[in-house]
């Protein structure tokens, strides 16, 4: 089911973010609590208003900034971003979508995405590949590099990567890459990359059971984190191939985090504890387990004895 808000609930909460006030009625209380705000609301003789402005993505400026060729959608409050553009009819058409909330935003392995209102980065990029699905094992890895790399070049320098897509600090998760693949006719493939960025606020341990982190608030705007990555992830989709994975099997040792640490993999009821040795060309994690090399291509990890 797609969920959105009517014209004019848009209409009201962009005028509060924007530190209007509006008419205090009880459609304004009923949007405030949906998403959340109620306890962020003053209220007066004139009305409502919001203690503090929310500045919310600039659609306009992402428009300009990225590629005419990619449609933009930006939405108030939507069921997940990634959703949003699966349910599209199968092409190579490029499309990104931003939601400011996520009423069923989606992680890793059915896992719920956790983020308030106007706070966070709730990005999805689709577009085409030449490449069957099956020469695709790597791309996830390509994009966390490329998208470790924008943070690192915006001044965030701690950011790095945690197999297989978790974007990390030393001290807690960051973000997330979600990838959903569609075979297209002629052996091309239709890709829908999700991320999920905390820009300025992070859900306790006992929403997401790990330790999360956030960039940190008025550092960089969510605005500009779209805009580069859009840019970032609408290039790897143009330029990836199999033959790649050699310079970002590279890159990933160095933005990973965990490399040459011992770390433990689950995998269902199976824990593994073994050397991280970094990932082979199809993005599969490498471990040294003993003097035995073992590869693995799905799993969570962590460092051992560490609850990241």
Same mark, same amino acid.
């Given at each position: 089911?797609?969920?959105?808000?009517?014209?004019?609930?848009?209409k009201?909460i962009?005028?509060l973010? #924007?530190?209007?006030?509006?008419? #205090?009625?009880? %459609?304004?209380?009923?949007?405030? #609590?949906?998403?959340?705000?109620?306890?962020?609301?003053?209220t +007066?003789?004139?009305?409502?208003?919001l &203690?503090?402005?929310?500045?919310?993505? #600039?659609?306009?400026?992402?428009?300009? &900034?990225?590629?005419a060729?990619?449609?933009?959608?930006?939405?108030?409050?939507?069921d997940?971003?990634?959703?949003?553009?699966m349910s599209?009819p @199968?092409?190579k058409? @490029?499309?990104?979508?931003?939601?400011e909330?996520?009423?069923?935003?989606?992680?890793r392995?059915?896992?719920?995405?956790?983020? $308030?209102?106007g706070?966070?980065?709730?990005?999805?990029? *689709?577009g085409g590949? %030449?490449?069957? *699905?099956?020469?695709?094992?790597?791309?996830s890895?390509?994009?966390?590099?490329?998208?470790v790399?924008?943070?690192?070049?915006l001044?965030? @320098?701690?950011?790095?990567?945690?197999?297989?897509?978790d974007?990390?600090?030393?001290?807690?998760?960051l973000g !997330?890459?979600?990838?959903?693949l569609?075979?297209?006719p002629?052996?091309?493939?239709?890709?829908?990359?999700?991320?999920?960025?905390?820009?300025?606020?992070a $859900?306790?341990f006992?929403?997401?059971?790990?330790?999360?982190?956030?960039?940190?608030?008025?550092?960089v705007?969510?605005?500009?984190?779209?805009?580069?990555?859009?840019?970032?992830?609408?290039?790897?989709?143009? @330029?990836? +191939?199999?033959?790649m994975?050699?310079?970002y099997?590279?890159?990933?040792? &160095?933005?990973d985090? =965990? =490399? !040459?640490q011992?770390v433990?993999?689950?995998?269902?009821?199976?824990s593994?504890?073994?050397?991280?040795?970094?990932i082979? *060309?199809s993005?599969?994690?490498?471990?040294?387990?003993?003097?035995?090399?073992?590869?693995?291509?799905?799993?969570?990890?962590?460092?051992?004895?560490?609850?990241l």
């Open positions: 089911m797609f969920l959105a808000l009517t014209v004019n609930q848009n009201l962009t005028n973010c #924007d530190g209007q006030t509006v008419p #205090d009625s009880k %459609d304004a209380w009923q949007t405030l #609590d949906l998403l959340g705000l109620s306890a962020q609301v003053v +007066s003789k004139g009305g409502l208003h &203690a503090k402005k929310i500045k919310l993505v #600039d659609a306009e400026q992402v428009r300009v &900034a990225i590629s060729e990619v449609a933009f959608e930006h939405h108030l409050l939507i997940s971003t990634n959703n949003a553009l599209k @199968r092409s058409n @490029r499309v990104a979508c931003v939601a909330m996520q009423g069923a935003g989606r992680g392995r059915g896992r719920a995405w956790v983020s $308030p209102f706070q966070n980065l709730a990005l999805s990029f *689709m590949i %030449d490449l069957a *699905m099956s020469q695709l094992e790597g791309l890895v390509a994009i966390g590099v490329e998208l790399e924008v943070l690192r070049n001044g965030f @320098r701690d950011v790095g990567v945690k197999w297989p897509n974007l990390i600090t030393k001290t807690g998760k !997330g890459i979600l990838i959903e569609d075979q297209l002629g052996g091309s493939s239709r890709v829908c990359v999700g991320v999920g960025l905390n820009v300025a606020a $859900p306790n006992q929403e997401i059971d790990q330790v999360a982190v956030a960039l940190g608030s008025g550092l705007s969510r605005t500009e984190l779209v805009i580069r990555f859009v840019g970032a992830i609408d290039t790897v989709l143009s @330029r990836f +191939s199999p033959v994975m050699s310079q099997q590279a890159r990933w040792g &160095a933005l985090l =965990y =490399y !040459g011992s433990r993999v689950l995998q269902g009821d199976e593994v504890t073994g050397r991280n040795e970094g082979d *060309m993005g599969c994690l490498v471990l040294d387990v003993e003097g035995d090399r073992r590869t693995f291509s799905a799993g969570e990890v962590s460092l051992r004895g560490s609850e």
